[in-house]
């Protein structure tokens, strides 16, 4: 049974930093990731990476937010810096399998103040 648990979210003010983590276990994940809703927003994509270390990451994220992963460990590390009031949403754990299938986590709530 594959399971993500999150954790780091929480409130800080613009131009502070927070690190997300997610422990993955249950299968072998060829990529990870995360994704974040702001409210009454579609979900999308911040950053993922592969099990060969290849990155990916959206453009309003580039330059602050920087994905890393233990692959030993399963897990995925999201630091992120120079925080805005527009990076405030749910983030959510993504990974997917060796079969293209896509695991979800609970999500946790990162707050920027202004």
């Known amino acids: 049974q594959v399971q993500l648990v999150e954790s780091g979210g929480g409130l800080v003010q613009a131009g502070g930093s927070l690190r997300l983590s997610c422990s993955a276990s249950?299968?072998?994940?060829?990529?990870m990731g995360w994704y974040r809703q702001a409210p009454g927003k579609q979900r999308e994509l911040v950053a993922t990476?592969?099990?060969?270390?290849?990155?990916n990451s959206a453009d309003s994220v580039k330059g602050r937010f920087t994905i890393s992963r233990d692959s030993a460990k399963n897990t995925v590390y999201l630091q992120m810096n120079s925080l805005k009031p527009e990076d405030t949403a749910v983030y959510y754990c993504?990974?997917?399998?060796?079969?293209?299938?896509?695991?979800w986590g609970d999500g946790t709530l990162v707050t920027v103040s202004s």
């Open positions: 993504n990974a997917r399998d060796l079969y293209a299938r896509n695991y």
């Open positions: 249950g299968s072998i994940f060829a990529a």
């Open positions: 990476i592969t099990i060969g270390g290849n990155t």
